[in-house]
C-alpha cells in the first residue's frame, strides 16, 4: 500500500497484525497437538483462546477507524510458523520437540510484542485513545503469554529435552 500519513502507516500494521493473528488461528491447533507435554499443549490452547480475542479487538480498530480489515500478508509470521511446522516433521514428538517450539513461540511472540508496541505507540501519538487501550491489552496479553512459555521451558522442558536423542525417520516425512 502506499503511506503517505502516520494513519496510513497505522492502518498497514494493523494489516500486518490482523494477517498475523489469522494464520497463528489457522495453524496453532496443529502445533497444540503435535507437543508432548500436557501443560504446553494448554499454554498453546490458551494462545489460540488469546489469538481470537486479539482478532476481535483488530475488527473493533478497523470499525472504528473506518477502514477494511485489508489484504498485507504477513511474510515474517508465515516464516516462524513455517520453520515450527519443519521441526514437526523432522523431530519426533518428544520434550526435544517442545523444546524447540518453545523456541520459536518465543520468537512469534517478541514479533508480536514489537508489532503491538509500535501500534500503542502510533495510535497514542494519533490521539485514537481507545484504539490505543485496546492494542495495549493486547501487548499485555502477548508478554504473558511470552513468559508462561519460558516459565514451562525453564521448569520442566529443557531439562526433560537433555535425556532425549531424536532418531530420524527412517522414511523422511514429505
Ligand atoms: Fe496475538
Known sequence: ?????LEDVLQRDLEFAYDCEQHLMHELPKIAEAVNSREL?????QQLEQ?????????QIFSWL???????TNHVIRSIVGEGNKLIKHINRS???????I?????AAHYEIALYGSLCSFARALN?????SLLQQTLN???????????IAEDSVNREALQFHNTPHIFPLL
Open 66 to 72: 473506518n477502514r477494511p480489515a485489508g489484504i498485507e
Open 41 to 45: 499443549r494448554m499454554a498453546f490452547e
Open 51 to 59: 489469538t481470537g480475542l486479539h482478532l476481535a479487538r483488530l475488527d
Open 95 to 101: 520434550p526435544l520437540l517442545d523444546a524447540a517450539l
Open 141 to 151: 496479553e502477548e508478554k504473558q503469554a511470552d513468559q508462561a512459555f519460558a516459565r
Open 1 to 5: 500500500m502506499q503511506a503517505e500519513t
Open 128 to 132: 485514537l485513545d481507545d484504539s490505543a
Open 103 to 107: 523456541a520459536a513461540a518465543s520468537q
